[in-house]
Nanobody, 119 residues
Framework: QVQLVESGGGLVQPGGSLRLSCAAS????????MGWYRQAPGKQRELVAG???????NYEDSVKGRFTISRDNAKSTVYLQMNSLSPEDAAVYYC?????????????WGQGTQVTVSS
């Protein structure tokens, strides 16, 4: 099994910054990618940013230039640096890990961390 523990959410004013962290533990081998998703009330969960084991990254269009995903392989941790936050970024942010398992790809999720952007 895989355990994902997120931290770093909270309340920030518009234009501010937050850094989310996600520490992975357990059977953390055969990882395909890790990433961050978010879900706002009444909306579907969406991919915010992802990073593959080779280091390739991708971002949702609205966060390009403002958010940066990175990882520390030694700590099995992935980060999401979020700058220039707006109220539209408010959501529960979930860490995701994709792992090769039983001939396919299995998703693992963290418990979520709330990001609130308000003055």
């Amino acid at each position: 099994q895989v355990q994902l523990v997120e931290s770093g959410g909270g309340l920030v004013q518009p234009g501010g910054s937050l850094r989310l962290s996600c520490a992975a533990s357990g059977s953390i081998f055969s990882i395909v990618a890790m990433g961050w998703y978010r879900q706002a009330p009444g909306k579907q969960r969406e991919l915010v940013a992802g990073i593959t084991q080779s280091g390739s990254t991708n971002y949702e269009d609205s966060v390009k230039g403002r958010f940066t995903i990175s990882r520390d392989n030694a700590k099995s941790t992935v980060y999401l640096q979020m700058n220039s936050l707006s109220p539209e970024d408010a959501a529960v942010y979930y860490c995701n890990l994709k792992k090769l398992r039983l001939g396919g790809v299995t998703d693992y999720w963290g418990q979520g961390t709330q990001v609130t952007v308000s003055s």
